[in-house]
């Protein structure tokens, strides 16, 4: 994908405008947010624009060179190899840096786990992967904040809800979305036995208030005891909150605070991030077909990969990608590798997908 002189000046360009305006001091409120929202958008595609223009530049002027120095000539020959060797990889930078970027790619995002298959094996390792997404974010300078959590009987998490927030969350966390597998004899297990249970993983931008508006008049709230096992203060007040979105019928229970308005305020931010992803759903339907040809789809029914234990290895099955780190990965700090490698895979999809 070659980039031409007239779109590497509208960069520029456009870039030193915005650098401009912000520095005016005359933004204020929403202007002032949206010019740095796109400030910073813009920002890694100038930087990866000017340093294309500038090895260009610099080819052209060592290519006029007609020094009859025959040591002057050979050392510009010397660095038109060079930068002829190093161009090609340049603009590929530039272009992974101008592909279509997913508008939700900033936003944090609302992580939900829930075990499926396997019984309490399954909550257990539900428990696992929301340990391993907790160290994954603390590496990353991001803050995790439990919102509910249903616990099992042997302390797995039959369900449990998070919000994520910080720098890219979302664009990175969004290619965990699916069904996880994992193979190990269960600790509830005395013959031995190797056992294959599964927990899926969602993960939801998170949208601001103004993004998603909810009319009172079409959520039904009804307040109720906590009960069970499963919330961190059930207690004995009516404090339990179940929101009913009635166009969709959408349903958030939220019962983990002694505070019936925190339940409620949860709730909404829960319910807020589900109608949020399905109006999503909704505008890339015309998109589904090309969707699945990326690894991002996001469809919650794959199977997207396998830890097994008895071999410490963890096989990501849209990518192929098999790798004998097991222990690390599930610390997290192995977890960015397949992450890595998995946005790299996306990139080369849709960049081969542009050249058709």
Do not use: C
Not at 87 to 101: D, K, S, V
Not at 286 to 303: C, F, H, I, N, T
């Amino acid at each position: 994908m070659s980039i031409s002189e007239t779109r590497l000046a509208q960069i520029a360009s456009r870039f030193a405008e915005l650098e401009a305006r912000l520095a005016s001091g005359t933004l204020e409120g929403p202007d002032f947010v949206a010019a740095s929202r796109d400030y910073a958008e813009l920002e890694p595609v100038a930087k990866a624009a000017s340093e294309v223009a500038s090895m260009r530049g610099e080819l052209a002027s060592l290519s006029a060179i007609t020094d009859p120095d025959p040591d002057m000539r050979a050392m510009a020959e010397e660095e038109i190899e060079r930068i002829r060797d190093e161009l090609p990889e340049a603009e590929h930078r530039l272009a992974i840096t101008m592909l279509p970027r997913d508008s939700a790619d900033s936003r944090p995002a609302m992580l939900e786990i829930r075990g499926g298959t396997g019984g309490d094996e399954a909550a257990l390792f539900a428990a696992d992967l929301y340990r391993m997404y907790e160290k994954y974010a603390a590496e990353q300078g991001w803050r995790i904040e439990l919102i509910s959590a249903n616990v099992s009987d042997i302390g797995g998490f039959k369900e449990v809800v998070a919000n994520i927030q910080g720098n890219g969350v979302f664009a990175k966390l969004k290619y965990e979305s699916g069904v996880h597998r994992v193979q190990r004899v269960p600790v509830t297990e005395s013959g031995g036995r190797i056992h294959t249970s599964a927990a899926t993983v969602a993960v939801l931008p998170e949208p601001d208030e103004v993004d998603v508006q909810i009319d009172d008049a079409d959520v039904k709230i009804d307040i109720y005891r906590a009960s069970g096992a499963g919330g961190q203060h059930v207690n004995t007040t009516d404090s339990a909150v179940r929101l009913t979105h009635l166009p969709t019928g959408l349903v958030v229970i939220q019962q983990d605070q002694r505070s019936q308005h925190k339940n409620k305020a949860k709730a909404m931010q829960v319910l807020r991030t589900r109608l949020y992803d399905l109006r999503r759903a909704e505008s890339q339907g015309a998109e589904a077909e090309a969707r699945k040809a990326m690894v991002g789809s996001g469809d919650r029914s794959e199977r997207i990969r396998t830890y097994n234990f008895p071999q410490g290895r963890v096989t990501d099955h849209r990518i192929n990608l098999t790798l004998h780190r097991l222990p690390e990965i599930l610390e997290g700090t192995g977890l960015g590798e397949l992450i890595d490698a998995l946005i790299a895979e996306d990139q080369a999809k849709r960049l081969a997908a542009l050249g058709e």
